[in-house]
């Protein structure tokens, strides 16, 4: 009896990791990752950080020079899903969305990488920063 009870146990646990794991699957859609970066010159102190969508609120993140703030999510099969970000450094801030459907005007990338810089926020669509474009100057 005992063993037939365990054996139901770790079936269970083993089972439900398993679809645990599976829920991080984007079956739909793509899975997308939002990465923040704060690339501000060494020495000009943190970068104040709160995203969020309609569902979702990652809370408020500091990020020191160099640091980032990243997540990954299913992007809806019906295009909805919307996240924006609020960043401020100083006196300087600026609020814009980090992942819509228009957002690379049709064309859509699994990798956004925003980063703050001096005179502005930057956009791109791979891990490195060369190929950063600027968006957005601070308001």
Excluded at 26 to 47: M, W
Aim: aromatic share 16%.
């Amino acid at each position: 009896m005992m063993k037939t009870l365990l054996l139901v146990l770790f079936a269970t646990s083993f089972f439900s990791q398993a679809f645990a794991q599976e829920k991080r699957k984007c079956i739909f859609s793509p899975k997308i990752t939002i990465e923040v970066l704060n690339n501000l010159p060494q020495g000009s102190g943190s970068l104040q950080v709160h995203c969020a969508s309609k569902d979702d609120d990652l809370g408020n993140r500091t990020l020191a020079v160099g640091d980032e703030f990243d997540w990954t999510f299913c992007d809806h099969f019906l295009s909805k899903t919307l996240f924006f970000c609020h960043l401020w450094w100083g006196p300087r801030q600026k609020a814009f969305d980090v992942y819509d459907k228009d957002l690379s005007q049709g064309k859509r990338h699994e990798f956004y990488l925003w980063a703050a810089q001096g005179d502005g926020i930057y956009l791109g669509t791979s891990a490195s920063t060369q190929s950063l474009v600027k968006v957005y100057s601070w308001d």
